[in-house]
Antibody, heavy 115, light 109 residues
Framework: EVQLVESGGNLVQPGRSLRLSCAASGFTFDDYDMHWVRQAPGKGLEWVSGITWNSGSLGYADSVKGRFTISRDNARNSLYLQMNSLRAEDTALYYC????????WGQGTLVTVSS | EIVLTQSPATLSLSPGERATLSCRASQTIANYLAWYQQKPGQAPRLLIYDASNRATGIPARFSGSGSGTDFTLTISSLEPEDFAVYYCQLRSNWPPSLTFGGGTKVEIK
């Protein structure tokens, strides 16, 4: 059974940093691209970042480019999102999703940016 | 940048009725179009990928069609559990990225 478990979300002040993690199991992690997608309270889905299976290509939404960094550790079956210079508008539930088609999603981890 | 526009924003229907949801791209796209269902408090669930392929375990009442700029998700006969928000999504492979539409809420009339 595919499982994706996000962690690391928290209440943080504007300008601070946070690192999210996504632990994957139930599939061959290094066979798949991975994504981070977020959803602000009461809003729609917004893609944040994506990474190929071998970290050879990384993609970022314009809203986070230069502030967020996606990475993965295939030996640990884990995906990460380093978030720097956080803003109030980054407040959201952050999901990790598996594969080109984002066919499986975790339950998300909540990031709240507020003073 | 390709924009996906979903319509209508809200669809009010009764169980047993047919639902037709639209997703229009701002320019011609390959058939890398997917549809998701999201219920309150839950993660999105993939329904359709590559415009017309049902994901694993998705009932046959869900179907996807379209090409070019216009895509459709059809639910042939609404079940009570189908009332939810639906999103379309376009994927790009290199670099990997996803673009989402704004969503259509299917509510009980």
């Amino acid at each position: 059974e595919v499982q994706l478990v996000e962690s690391g979300g928290n209440l943080v002040q504007p300008g601070r940093s946070l690192r999210l993690s996504c632990a994957a199991s139930g599939f061959t992690f290094d066979d798949y691209d991975m994504h981070w997608v977020r959803q602000a309270p009461g809003k729609g889905l917004e893609w944040v970042s994506g990474i190929t299976w071998n970290s050879g290509s990384l993609g970022y939404a314009d809203s986070v480019k230069g502030r967020f960094t996606i990475s993965r550790d295939n030996a640990r079956n884990s995906l990460y999102l380093q978030m720097n210079s956080l803003r109030a508008e980054d407040t959201a539930l952050y999901y990790c999703a598996k594969g080109l088609n984002a066919d499986y999603w975790g339950q998300g981890t909540l990031v709240t940016v507020s003073s | 940048e390709i924009v996906l526009t979903q319509s209508p924003a809200t669809l009010s229907l009764s169980p047993g009725e047919r639902a037709t949801l639209s997703c229009r791209a701002s320019q011609t796209i390959a058939n890398y179009l997917a549809w998701y269902q999201q219920k309150p408090g839950q993660a999105p669930r993939l329904l359709i990928y590559d415009a017309s392929n049902r994901a694993t375990g998705i009932p046959a009442r869900f179907s996807g069609s379209g090409s070019g700029t216009d895509f459709t998700l059809t639910i042939s006969s609404l079940e009570p559990e189908d009332f939810a928000v639906y999103y379309c999504q376009l994927r790009s492979n290199w670099p990997p990225s996803l673009t989402f539409g704004g969503g259509t809420k299917v509510e009980i009339k």
